[in-house]
């Protein structure tokens, strides 16, 4: 805390009187690797999956704050969780994550609308406020509990099912792909997309690749001037193919949906959509815009469920201490019931004290990003020219052994510790803000009755062959290696 608080005192934004005794310095001034060097460890020494560990080497290297180009783009690097603060508090009335994206790019070339992960300004405002009323209010959130927790029974028979003779289920995180798919499909849809079945309809599959291609491409297409784009045109097309295929299958489950219930409609029945797809569809916006937004919604509910999900599991696996505490948690709420409810998390606090630790140690988006187009700022005593780039390196601040003792260590107690506090900024995995996750509260949720659930059911143990695994960086976190564990039944 101590020295926490030193580094706070010195990162912080200059009062009166440091500014007068040291001036405030330009990007000219700010350290960082040049355009070659950095993109050769991009490039030749595979820095694009190991993004999240050249935010470490960064901080050790240059300090809490560094430029480079990454490809064309130039960015500033903050890791400190009192910069990172500074950046966010001036982000203005509608931030902006990132100007250059090749998801905006693609959306262009196809007349498509963005959707609320790519779009800004006041169109980013009003589906902001639309889907708010829904995605972030408690109330309207606990009310997906049965809807997922029906999600999750099928979970629980999938797992069963994909399980070997001595227990072992092979790729938990592809497991989880699903899982996740067909949970946030539950919460837009109010319908099943048979994910969790046992044979997967094909397009489903072609869906998740879709994603996992696209977030491979992201990271490359990004990096490339678009002038190489021309000269090495693969990867930008494989990248638009898997946007098209994604595209068009939440096109097709939306017009199926909506077309059931204006069948009803017409046939004089009362129609009681409570899905986020009907809400979406009675706002009166475009229906470009609604194909936009649930695409988005589909595609932001995967990865991040599943990658957690699969950490989280991973981690207890190996910590068997802590999965017997929270399995005695969750026991004692639920006295002689077997599904949670929403409501009965409230009185879970080592299971959210877990979920936290696992996306400390795992967050999903490594590193985040704002771009301030209505002025210049001061960050760290530095004057950033509006419309740069700023990379905020989440990745680097939750394994600061300053701000977290230990921290490459699983320990979900140390968010249960009054006396440990910790930054506010130093570990922000759904962001902070008004940009930030609109998920949040249908992901914990979801999360929480999962490994509630799972813990009831199975006693969960690594593989006796296993590897440990490391993550790596495809746009998000992810596992390095395929996890396998073992799911024994209790
Ligand atoms: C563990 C699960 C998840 C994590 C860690 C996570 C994390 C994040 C983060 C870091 C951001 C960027 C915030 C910012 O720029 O300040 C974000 C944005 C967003 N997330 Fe999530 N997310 C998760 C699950 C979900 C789910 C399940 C959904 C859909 C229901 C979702 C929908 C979105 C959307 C639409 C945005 C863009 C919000 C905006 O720009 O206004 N996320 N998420």
Known sequence: MISWADRWAEGSAPGPEATRTRPVRTLDHMPGPSFASFAWDLFAKRGLSRLHELQLEGVQRYGPMWKASFGPILTVHVADPELIEQVLRQEGQHPMRSDLSSWKDYRKQRGHHYGL???????????????????????AVEAYDKTLNSVVSDLIAKLRLSRSPHGLVTDITSEFY???????????????????????PEETERFIQSINKMFVMTLLTMAMPSWLHQL??????????????????????????LTAEAEKVARGEKVEGRYLTYFLSQTGLPMKTVYSN??????????????????????????????ASLREEVLTVLKDRRMPEAADVAHMPLLKATVKEVLRLYPVIPANARVITEK????????????????????????????FPNPDEFHPQRWLNKDQTHHPYASVPFGVGKRSCIGRRIAELELYLALARILIEFDVKPDPEGVSVKPMTRTLLVPENVINLQFIER
């Not at 992960?117 to 109330?139: C, D, F, I, N, Y």
């Not at 638009?240 to 097709?252: H, L, P, V």
């Not at 001061?378 to 394994?399: D, E, W």
Request: overall charge neutral; glycine content about 6%; some cysteine.
């Open 178 to 200: 699903r899982f996740g798919l067909e949970g946030i499909s539950s919460v837009l849809f109010e319908s099943r997309i048979g994910c969790l079945d046992q044979a997967v």
């Open 232 to 257: 090495f045109p693969k990867p930008w097309k494989i990248f638009c193919q898997c946007w098209d295929y994604m595209f068009d299958f939440a096109k097709c489950y939306i017009d199926q949906r």
């Open 376 to 403: 210049d700022v001061q960050v760290g005593g530095y004057l950033i020219p509006k419309n740069t780039l700023i990379t905020l390196c989440h990745f680097a601040t939750s394994r600061d052994p300053a701000v």
């Open 117 to 139: 992960l790519t779009s800004e300004g006041e169109e980013w405002q009003a589906v902001r406020s639309l889907l708010g009323k829904h995605m972030l209010r408690p109330k």
């Open 294 to 323: 649930v695409t988005e919604l589909l595609l932001a509910g995967v990865d991040t469920i599943s990658s957690t999900m699969s950490w989280s599991l991973y981690e207890l696996s190996r910590h068997r201490e802590v999965q």
